[in-house]
């Protein structure tokens, strides 16, 4: 089984509402990512918490980290039409190479 | 300017056939990664490379062979294709280290008919 898994796999929202998805792993980690994925495209990179940081901000994005229930969660606030896209989660353990497992993502759907 | 680049974008071919992926980074970075999404978006890192060694291989079947001629190239070859091949394949590259993010190429859809 993945190593992330997201909650929920979709999610569907207006214009200036708040969006909330959550990552649960399995084993310890280092740190924890979330990347963006827009339709046909590339994964881009919004933010990473290292396992000692409890919360961290980046412009509308929030993300908190529980280390003692494994688990992640990313808010987006007042959510924009351009927020539309399937955003993952990926843990970093402490093993060689750099190694990202990505969770199976949740896809985000703003209405105008 | 500063990116990831792969070509092709899309490859279409037949069961059986040879195909090669490449992969470019102008980053400086010296870590390199191949990853395969499928068709129910789960991304899955298939190879890393740092400084042109391979570092990572996840169990991918030998038919895939990745190859580094320096490091801000990484070329991924595929022997003998199959159906269940077929999928969306990211580059990706970092700087070493723990705390660093992955910057991601834009994918090739590879389609085995």
């Known amino acids: 089984s993945q190593q992330g898994e997201e909650d929920p796999q979709a999610l569907s929202i207006q214009e200036g509402e708040n969006a909330t998805m959550n990552c649960s792993y399995k084993?310890?980690?280092?740190?924890l990512q979330w990347y963006r994925q827009n339709s046909g495209r590339g994964l881009v990179h919004l933010i990473l918490?290292?396992?000692?940081?409890r919360e961290k901000h980046s412009g509308r994005l929030r993300v908190t980290l529980d280390t003692s229930k494994k688990s992640s969660s990313l808010l987006i606030t007042a959510s924009r039409a351009a927020d539309t896209a399937s955003y993952f989660c990926?843990?970093?353990?402490?093993?060689?190479?750099?190694?990202?497992?990505f969770g199976g993502g949740t896809r985000v759907l703003v209405k105008p | 300017d500063t990116a990831v680049s792969q070509t092709p974008k899309y490859l279409v071919t037949q069961m059986g056939n040879d195909k090669s992926i490449k992969c470019e980074q102008n980053?400086?970075?010296?870590?390199m990664y191949w990853y395969k999404q499928d068709s129910k978006k789960f991304l899955k890192i298939m190879f890393s490379?740092?400084?042109?060694?391979?570092?990572i291989n996840e169990t991918v079947p030998n038919r895939f062979s990745p190859k580094s001629p320096d490091k801000a190239h990484l070329n991924l070859h595929i022997n003998s294709l199959e159906l269940g091949d077929s999928a969306v394949y990211f580059c990706?590259?970092?700087?070493?280290?723990?705390?660093?993010?992955?910057?991601f190429g834009p994918g090739t859809r590879l389609t085995v008919l």
């Open positions: 490379y740092n400084n042109k060694e391979l570092i």
């Open positions: 918490i290292r396992s000692n940081e």
């Open positions: 990706a590259s970092s700087p070493s280290g723990t705390y660093n993010e992955q910057f």
């Open positions: 990926a843990t970093r353990t402490g093993a060689a190479g750099n190694k990202l497992t």
């Open positions: 084993t310890s980690i280092n740190n």
């Open positions: 980053l400086g970075h010296d870590t």
